[in-house]
Every structure is written in C-alpha cells, then in structure tokens.
C-alpha cells in the first residue's frame, strides 16, 4: 500500500512538472509570436531593415536600367559603298559552378563537358581536347573563356553554337566595326576600335577619319529605366523614363573605290618586289581639292588588325621628309612670277660653290654652259640655286610663305605635322631650292601643285564629300576652299606645265621613264637626299627618297597623281622604272575619266568572279572597270548579281555575296533595279513602295539583317 501512494505521489510530481514547462512553452512561444508580430508591423509600417529601405532595395532588384546604343556612322566613298560600318561580335564563355541554377531549378552550368567540348569545337577554330582543357581547368573557377578563338564571333557563328542548347554555355556581346574592303585606304579611313567606359564597351575613332570625326560618328546613347519580373522579362506599363539613341552621322568621302582599289594593288606589287621601307601615294583633282585616292606602305588591315603594330602612323599627314626636286616647281614658279627669270640666259652647269660648300649637279659634270629654260627639265640643282641667289633670300621666303610651307593644310585628319623650314644662311637658303633642308608633309605638296590647275589659287586638299544625318539630311557639305590669294598667274602656270611637258618629252629631259605615247601629261621628277642620325646625308644608290609627280591633261590640269618611295631595298630596277610601273596604269585609269564623252554608254563585261577571294574578285573587278559592293563576311564570292560576260554600264552596281553576317547597306538613293538586285543576291525579302529612288528605309544602315527582317523602302 506504501508502494501504491508513493508512485501516485511521483505521477503527480511528474504532471505538475509537464504543467509548468508546457506554461513556460506557451509562454515562450507566445512571446516569439508577439515578437514576430511586432517586427512584421514595424517592416510594415517603416519599410526598413537594418536600416536599408525595402522598397529601394526590390527596386534595385527588378528595376533595370538599360543603355540604348547608339548606331555609330557608316563612312561611305564618293559612290555611296561602304567603307565602314557597325558590327556587332560575340565571346563565347562558359559556366562551371554548379550553383548556378535558374528560377525552375534546371542547370545553368555544363553539364556535360565532353560533349559541350565536341560540339563547340565545330564551331570554335579549337580541338575537342583543347576545348575540354578550358573546360577542366586545374583551379576552381566560376566560368571560363576560350582565349581568342572563342572573340570575334560573328552573328552565324553564335547562332550556330545556340542551337545546340548546351547548358551553360552564354556568350558576350560587343560592338565592332566592319571594314569589308581589308587593306584600303586604312590610314585615311582610319579604325574604331571598343573601349570600356564605366562597364560599358563604346566603339571609338583612334586613327584616321574614325578618329577626326569621332563625335559625329558616334551619336549619342539613349536610356530605358523599366521593372522587370523574376524571370527578367519586362513588366507590362512598367517603364519610367526614357531617352532616345541618336545614331551617328554617316560620312561620305571624296574617295573613289575603284581607283582606290587598283592603287592598292599596284602598290602592293612594288611593296613586294622592292621592299621599300616606305611608299605613299596620293592621287587628287586638283580643280576642286578631292582626294580621289591615297595609301602608303607599310599598311594595314582594319579588319584583322594585320600590321597595325608597324604601320600604326599616317605617313601622309604625320611624317615630314625633304621632298627633293619636285619641289623645284615651287621654286621655277617663283622665280618666273618675281620677274627674275630669263629663259635663254646661259650659266654654267655642274657645281657651285655657297658659303664654302660646293653644290653639284645629280651629274657631277653638268651639262656645260646651259640656258635657264632647261635648269627645269634637267632638273639642274645648280640652275635653282642661282634662280634663288637672282630672287634673293627676302623673295624667296615670301613666296614660300605664299606656299604655306611650315604650316598645316589643316586637312580632316589627325596628328599632322607643319614641317621644318631652315633659312638661317645663305647655304641653308640656297639648298631649299632644290628641295633640301625643308621638311614637308605629302598634303602640303599636294596643296602647292593644286595652283598649277587654277591659275596660281591654292586649294586645299580635302578627303570628305558631305555629312549626312540618319534621315538622309545633308548636315554639312564640303566646298572647293582657296588658301590664300594667288601666288602666280596663268601666264606663269603655263611656262610652268611646259617645263613639265619638257621633263617628259624632250631628249635631255629626266622623266623619259613615264613618257606615254599620246597622252597629255606634264610631269617633275625628285630624288632626295636623307640625313643621317649623325649629321649629314646618307650614302648608297638607294639611300634616297625617289619620287614623281605628274598632272593631266597638261595644259589645262584636273588631275594629279604624287608618288614617294624611300631606300628601296631591292632595287633591281631604276627608281623611275620602278615608280612608273604605280604612276603611268593610275594616271591612263584618271586620263580615261577626264574624258568625258568616252565615258557616254561605255559598256563593260562583268567578269567571272563567284569562287574567288574577296581580295582577289575586287581586284579582277577593278581590272575589268565593274564597280562592286561586298556583302557579307564570308571571304569568298559565293553569289554575283550580274553574271559573267553581261556588259554593263561603268556606274552599274554589282553585289557580291559571301555569306556569313549580312549588314543592312545605306539605300538611299538607290534604283529600284539595285534593290532589286541586292535582294535577289542575299535572298533578304525588302517590300517596295513606289517609284524613283529610294528615300527611306525602315532597317537603319549597319543593323545585322536576315531572311526573316521586315525590311522595307520607300521611293520616290
């Protein structure tokens, strides 16, 4: 019985204890509830935790503010091809950390690395195994890159690898710029390259017109603040502010492709068989001051930045030299115009001594007792140094501040230089007349012999045509400008242009090398001297800088052709049999355009072009007089719109696909026939309203296009 109460005893013990701690249990979890119930009304009411205001924080989360990119200006030659315009490329990057997962839960990480990398490597100019390397890195890594094979994708590629649908494998985007005719006219054309700008990449101008006209190509980036749900897409009404993108201007150069073209490739003969260490070529209309063509060498290729690192500063512009003889057309115009120049009066030709220093002929023995008329021709140092001792140091100076020589052109590209003109003594003084010891760059040449087609005017060298806004609205249009006044008059330019019809034509004349029997030409030919590192000139047959200029017709000029070409160093041939072989195929291209009634009706045969090289069906092209624009990135032809053997007019435009990333070309002003054209070669449907010319278009030039874009062109 003892045993029985004391057991009830502890039972009671035991419910009390279970009493209290479930007390104490509620207790506790009432207070935990009031307390959850006062936080929740207190975030409620004050939208704050820790001090960090809710409401800005979901905004930070969903809002998204974008930047609109702005289409950068496509650069266009005087015929309206392309030159240059926006691109868009691709990295291609992959996610290893398996703690990437999307909102339902599904990989967003690779997750098969053999087969990622055997199906990249179809793509990828990469091995299976090297692909898989990248992607079995030794270190822990959240994601990894594929060096440079897996940049620069194009639009093709990047959908490629997206059909696939391999996990974890995302890609970068970025702005690029496309230059489809590769090495042409890069240094004046100039390179665009991206730069990171507070975690966004721009494209900027660092060399040529890209950079001289920077602003204007850029346009300026718009803006869109909008929400966004849990799965990134945009909330609907859910967009606040908002700035439009205003694309850049397009630019239109004074440029002809196609003589453009055929100097590249005959430059690009030389520069291979001769090695010079340098080569610039520039060919103008000298009426007006338009640029039709120029180039240098070394070069490069914009497109793949092949010899970029050699070839980075613009010769023609940025590089002064001693010019040589053929800047005694300078010096034969100025002592003519001063009244100090008698062409039948004798002097003794060979050398002359100034200030101590004796000056000698390029033949050391001259010619004997000469008359002045053939100093010119015979490009006689001793004949100029005594027109200048007849002019006078003060004379002579005047007129080559007439010549603006040691002052810039002022021409639309970056970085040029003003030259060097030494006339402290007398020595000095007299060597500058046969072009030693001043430093000029190849425009300020170009500038003084633009006086010979107009009267003595000076007009200044110019390289763009017209600035046009993304509408079609001409911002702003070049005119033909005059530098100065007249240094000379028409009379003195005629005794000029016959001294240089003499340089070609008659017996003693130096530039029997670029005769062309029946044509019109009036040519100066120049070797200068080089100085050395230590003072002095350097010695050596080809220790010079050989060069020639020539204008046509000759009596009355409108085009101007100026070659130089430094230390050769292969010189198997004469200077002059060398430089003629770029300067008489140029200046029998510009004699046929000068002719203008042999341009009525001309027809031309397209050549067969489909399967060759870009590079090589532009060139075949050029040979042939066709005018074409490239479309695509591919590097072969693999579609012409006009076919081999049709004969067409000179002016007709003639599409070449290569496949790849199609951009959307510049259509103003085209024919219906052309877009016709240009839509049966890439299979791109375009539907077209009315009749004329096209007016507008609904896809801006330079946005990527395809079969299925909604393209569209007014005409009128």
């Avoid at 040449?445 to 600035?467: C, H, T, W």
């Avoid at 249009?477 to 005794?495: E, L």
Wanted: hydrophobic share 35%; aromatic share 8%; with cysteine.
């Amino acid at each position: 019985m003892k045993k029985f109460n004391n057991l009830n005893r502890n039972r009671s013990k035991a419910h009390g204890y279970r009493f209290t701690v479930g007390r104490i249990l509620q207790l506790v979890l009432a207070l935990v509830f009031l307390v959850f119930i006062g936080r929740f009304l207190y975030i409620g009411i004050s939208n704050q935790v820790a001090g960090e205001n809710l409401n800005k924080r979901v905004n930070q989360i969903y809002r998204r503010n974008e930047i609109l990119k702005a289409t950068r200006g496509t650069i266009y030659d005087k015929n309206g091809l392309t030159l240059a315009e926006d691109a868009h490329v691709f990295t291609v990057y992959a996610i290893l950390d398996k703690s990437s997962i999307d909102y339902h839960n599904k990989p967003m990480y690779v997750t098969n690395k053999r087969k990622t990398a055997q199906k990249l490597a179809e793509v990828l100019p990469l091995s299976e195994e090297k692909i898989y390397s990248y992607l079995t890195p030794k270190h822990k890594a959240f994601q990894v890159e594929f060096g440079s094979a897996g940049t620069g994708l194009t639009l093709s590629q990047k959908e490629k690898i997206e059909e696939m649908k391999l996990p974890g494998i995302k890609f970068i985007e970025t702005p690029s710029r496309l230059y489809p005719n590769g090495n042409f006219a890069s240094h004046i054309i100039g390179l665009a390259q991206p730069q990171k700008n507070q975690g966004n990449s721009t494209l900027v101008g660092t060399m040529g017109i890209e950079a001289y006209f920077d602003k204007q190509l850029a346009g300026k980036d718009g803006y869109r603040e909008a929400f966004v749900d849990a799965e990134n897409y945009q909330l609907p009404n859910s967009q606040k502010n908002a700035r439009a993108t205003k694309d850049g201007d397009n630019i239109y150069l004074t440029l002809d492709s196609r003589l453009q073209t055929y100097l590249e490739v005959l430059m690009s003969q030389v520069q291979d068989k001769y090695k010079p260490k340098a080569l610039t070529a520039v060919v103008e209309d000298i009426k007006t001051g338009k640029i039709l063509a120029a180039s240098q060498r070394p070069t490069f290729n914009p497109q793949t930045k092949k010899g970029l690192d050699t070839s980075w500063r613009n010769m023609l512009v940025q590089d002064s030299y001693e010019p040589g003889s053929v800047f005694k057309v300078l010096t034969y115009s100025s002592a003519i115009e001063s009244g100090h120049y008698n062409p039948n009066e004798q002097y003794k030709s060979g050398a002359v001594t100034v200030q101590g220093s004796t000056i000698h002929d390029w033949n050391n023995s001259g010619w004997g007792s000469i008359p002045f008329s053939q100093a010119f021709p015979r490009s006689s140092n001793v004949g100029f140094v005594k027109l200048e001792q007849k002019m006078g140091s003060k004379t002579w100076k005047e007129y080559l501040n007439k010549y603006r020589i040691g002052k810039k052109t002022g021409v639309t590209l970056p970085g040029e230089t003003a030259g060097i003109l030494n006339f402290s003594t007398p020595l000095n003084q007299a060597v500058t007349a046969f072009g030693q010891g001043v430093n000029v760059n190849a425009m300020q040449m170009m500038q003084a012999y633009s006086a010979l087609a107009n009267n003595g005017q000076m007009v200044k060298p110019q390289f763009v045509e017209k600035i046009v806004s993304p509408s079609g609205k001409v911002v702003e249009k070049f005119h033909r400008t005059k530098v100065g006044t007249p240094i000379y008059s028409a009379k003195t330019a005629k005794t000029v242009l016959k001294g240089m019809q003499d340089v070609v034509n008659a017996s003693y004349g130096t530039g029997a090398a670029y005769k062309m029997p029946g044509k019109s030409i009036a040519v100066k030919t120049g070797t200068a001297q080089i100085a050395g590192p230590h003072g002095g000139y350097l010695t050596g047959d080809n220790n010079y800088i050989f060069s020639v200029v020539g204008v046509t017709p000759a009596n009355n000029p409108r085009y101007c052709v100026y070659l130089t070409m430094k230390q050769p160093q292969k010189m198997s041939k004469p200077a002059e049999t060398i430089l003629s072989s770029i300067f008489k195929p140029i200046m029998n291209r510009l004699i046929s355009l000068s002719d203008s009634s042999a341009k009525v009706n001309e027809k031309v045969t397209v050549p067969a072009l489909t399967g060759k090289s870009v590079e090589k069906a532009k060139e075949d092209a050029n040979n042939a007089g066709v005018s074409v624009e490239v479309i695509g990135t591919g590097k072969n032809v693999s579609r012409q719109s006009v076919g081999a053997g049709v004969k067409e007019d000179t002016d007709t435009k003639i599409f070449l696909y290569t496949g790849g990333q199609v951009t959307c070309p510049n259509m103003v002003d085209w024919s219906e026939d052309e877009v016709n054209s240009f839509m049966t070669t890439t299979d791109i449907p375009i539907t077209i309203n009315g009749k004329g010319k096209v007016t507008k278009q609904s896809i801006p030039a330079g946005k990527v296009i395809d079969k299925n874009s909604k393209l569209s062109v007014n005409l009128k």
